[in-house]
C-alpha cells in the first residue's frame, strides 16, 4: 500500500523562528494535503495542493506540490505559540473515476518555546 | 456549517461489549470516510462510502468490525465484540467530490478495559 515518510518526527523551536517539515512518497498522489491537529480535536485542514509544482500559501503557512508528485513540503515563517500542534501531510489518489481515501504521514510534532 | 458531527466524544466500554460510533457528515458532501488513530499506527483508514456505498472497506481490521451507511446524513461504525487493541481515537470525515479535501469530525475516544 502508499505510506508516507514525513520528517521531522518532532521538533522544538523559539518563538518567531520558521518551521519546515516535508512528507515523501513512493508512490504518485492526485492531491497532497496539509492538516494541523490540536489535543482533542479532529485534524484541519490548513492547505490543499492540486497540480505538480503547485506553490501555495495561506497566512504564514506555505506548501509546494513536488514536481514529481511523490513530495510536499510545509513551511511556517515567523513561529507563534498557537502553532504548536501536529502537523500531518495526507495525500489523496484517484482509481476509476473515484477518491480513494486520504494516505496520511505520522506526523510532525511542533513545540515552540516562548 | 455544522461540520462533521461525531457521537459520542468518548465511549469507555468492557471488553466483550458492543460499540457503535455516529457520524453525521456536512450535507451535500458524497463522501464519508471512517479513520483511526493510535499513537503507533497514525492515521488508518478504515472504510469509505460515496452516495451511501462502500468502496473499499481494505482497511477494517477484522470481521468485528462493521459500517453502514442508510442515508446520506448519518454513519455508523460498530465494533462487536470489542476488545483493548481496539482503544482508539475514531475519525469520521466527509468530502464533497473527488478533487476536495477531507473534513473531520472532533472524533470518539474509544477505551476498552
Known amino acids: 500500500g502508499q505510506q508516507l515518510n514525513q520528517s521531522p518526527q518532532s521538533m522544538f523551536i523559539q518563538e518567531g523562528e520558521d518551521v519546515s517539515m516535508n512528507c515523501t512518497s513512493s508512490?504518485?498522489?492526485?492531491?497532497w494535503l496539509w492538516y494541523k491537529q490540536d489535543p482533542g480535536e479532529g485534524p484541519v485542514l490548513l492547505i490543499a495542493?492540486?497540480?505538480?509544482?503547485e506553490l501555495t500559501s495561506n497566512g504564514r503557512l506555505t506548501a509546494q506540490f513536488g514536481i514529481t508528485r511523490k513530495d510536499s513540503f510545509l513551511n511556517i515563517s515567523a513561529s507563534i505559540p498557537s502553532d504548536v500542534g501536529i502537523y500531518f501531510c495526507?495525500?489523496?489518489?484517484?482509481?476509476?473515476?473515484?477518491?480513494?481515501?486520504?494516505?496520511f504521514g505520522k506526523g510532525t510534532h511542533l513545540i515552540i518555546q516562548p | 456549517d455544522a461540520g462533521v458531527i461525531q457521537s459520542p466524544r468518548h465511549e469507555v466500554t468492557e471488553m466483550g461489549q458492543e460499540v457503535t460510533l455516529r457520524c453525521k457528515p456536512i450535507?451535500?458532501?458524497?463522501?464519508l470516510f471512517w479513520y483511526r488513530q493510535t499513537m503507533m499506527r497514525g492515521l488508518e483508514l478504515l472504510i469509505y462510502?460515496?452516495?451511501?456505498?462502500?468502496?473499499?472497506d481494505s482497511g477494517m481490521p477484522e470481521d468485528r468490525f462493521s459500517a453502514k451507511m442508510p442515508n446520506a446524513s448519518f454513519s455508523t461504525l460498530k465494533i462487536q465484540p470489542s476488545e483493548p487493541r481496539d482503544s482508539a481515537v475514531y475519525f469520521c470525515?466527509?468530502?464533497?467530490?473527488?478533487?476536495?479535501?477531507?473534513?473531520f469530525g472532533n472524533g470518539t475516544r474509544l477505551t476498552v478495559t
Open positions: 470525515a466527509s468530502g464533497g467530490r473527488t478533487n476536495s479535501p477531507l473534513h
Open positions: 508512490s504518485i498522489f492526485n492531491t
Open positions: 495542493l492540486y497540480k505538480a509544482g
Open positions: 495526507a495525500g489523496q489518489a484517484y482509481s476509476g473515476g473515484g477518491a480513494d481515501g486520504l494516505t
Open positions: 450535507s451535500g458532501h458524497d463522501y
Open positions: 462510502f460515496n452516495n451511501n456505498v462502500p468502496i473499499d
